[in-house]
């Protein structure tokens, strides 16, 4: 999947994410010294921001390397950022791509146990999780009120903490951006819901008109601009369709334990003083999966489009790169979700990336067995 960040293109999984949007930045080198080996991550923090609001600061936690192809000065390295909004980096640094997998207790009271991660991401890349924005995980709101409402304050805010970490190096070498099941564009994306529940037998005739008679008055309402009412219109329709289908995860319809039951004992370990200590975290920051405060703050924000950002990437004279990724069980935001935004992307290669090959991508190993597929133009 790494590899496939090399070029634009849409790639999805057989084995989907289990929970929240995230994006993935790949920068064309990062700082620091040689390979470290052991265990907590190589470096930890929490840099104040040079912009307002005061006494604030986004946390943050790096792996190196640990095979890298390169020499540590020139090695790439994967910026992470959860979504949510509101959700901790921890949640995928320990459950999906970080060198050690939590093993969670029989309740949030146990703080159950690491073991080596076999297809961590920071074999040939440096890899860096940041909560973001202000508020999530151990990143130190000074109040609520500080909170980053829109999408332009949290990318000033992430944009500073970078240049934190690379010693205020003014200009940041972008290489390219992924995309996890990336609510990007809404308005188109809330009309393929009823669409994708119904084909994979979710839902029946009778419960699909009424999706997408929710589905309609959400884009009534992001049409209108009435951004708050857009989205508690997409939470209901989720909410619903959460309650008729009975699934676990509308991110998985196959998934058989929760987030929550996942992550159980997650907390507790990552608030041990200790821990909090060997983490670099304030001690009066009290660590959550995911923080309602930032959902609320950023409520208002959520059924805007993105899609302007992707365009203005792919037009630079050298364009970015782009990896859209996602599962095929993913009935929330999934695949077919994101084809509905794509084919309203102002791009002069949608053209040529509609028309490309479909192509199986299998594992190097167990086999050669199916992980997904790739569609990709250069």
Same mark, same amino acid.
């Given at each position: ?21 995230? $994006? ?33 600061? $986004? ?320």
């Amino acid at each position: 999947m790494i590899d496939a960040i090399l070029k634009h293109g849409a790639f999805s999984r057989v084995s989907p994410p289990r929970h929240c949007r995230r $994006l993935i930045l790949l920068l064309g080198c990062r700082s620091g010294g040689g390979i470290a080996q052991r265990s907590p991550p190589d470096q930890v923090g929490l840099p104040p921001l040079p912009i307002p609001p005061a006494n604030a600061s $986004l946390y943050f936690a790096f792996y190196e390397a640990t095979h890298p192809l390169t020499s540590p000065a020139s090695t790439p390295l994967l910026v992470w950022l959860e979504g949510g909004p509101g959700c901790s980096g921890f949640l995928s640094n320990f459950l999906q791509i970080g060198p050690y997998l939590f093993a969670g207790g029989s309740s949030s009271n146990s703080s159950g146990s690491l073991s080596p991660n076999p297809f961590a991401w920071n074999r040939r890349f440096g890899l860096l999780f940041v909560d973001s924005p202000l508020g999530t995980g151990f990143s130190a709101a000074p109040s609520p009120a500080a909170i980053p409402t829109n999408q332009s304050v949290v990318a000033e805010h992430i944009l500073a903490a970078l240049q934190s970490f690379f010693s205020l190096e003014p200009r940041i070498n972008l290489r390219g951006v992924a995309i996890g099941n990336g609510m990007m564009h809404p308005v188109a994306q809330v009309t393929t819901h009823a669409d994708i529940a119904y084909f994979m037998g979710l839902i029946n005739e009778k419960q699909k008109r009424k999706v997408e008679a929710m589905q309609a008055e959400a884009v009534k309402l992001i049409k209108a601009e009435r951004w708050r009412e857009a989205s508690s219109a997409r939470e209901g329709l989720i909410s619903w369709m959460e309650n008729a289908t009975g699934v676990v995860s509308l991110f998985d319809v196959e998934a058989q334990r929760s987030l929550e039951e996942e992550a159980a004992g997650l907390a507790a370990l990552l608030n041990n003083g200790e821990v909090k200590a060997a983490l670099g975290a304030r001690r009066d920051v009290e660590w959550k999966m995911c923080s309602r405060l930032v959902g609320v703050a950023q409520h208002d924000d959520v059924m805007k489009s993105a899609k302007h950002h992707v365009e203005a990437l792919l037009r630079e004279p050298t364009p970015t790169r782009v990896l859209l990724y996602e599962g095929i069980r993913d009935v929330k935001d999934g695949v077919v979700c994101t084809e509905a935004w794509l084919r309203e992307l102002e791009w002069d290669g949608l053209a040529a990336f509609h028309d490309a090959d479909h192509a199986v991508w299998r594992s190097q190993s167990g086999q050669g067995r199916l992980a997904g597929y790739v569609q990709s133009h250069v």
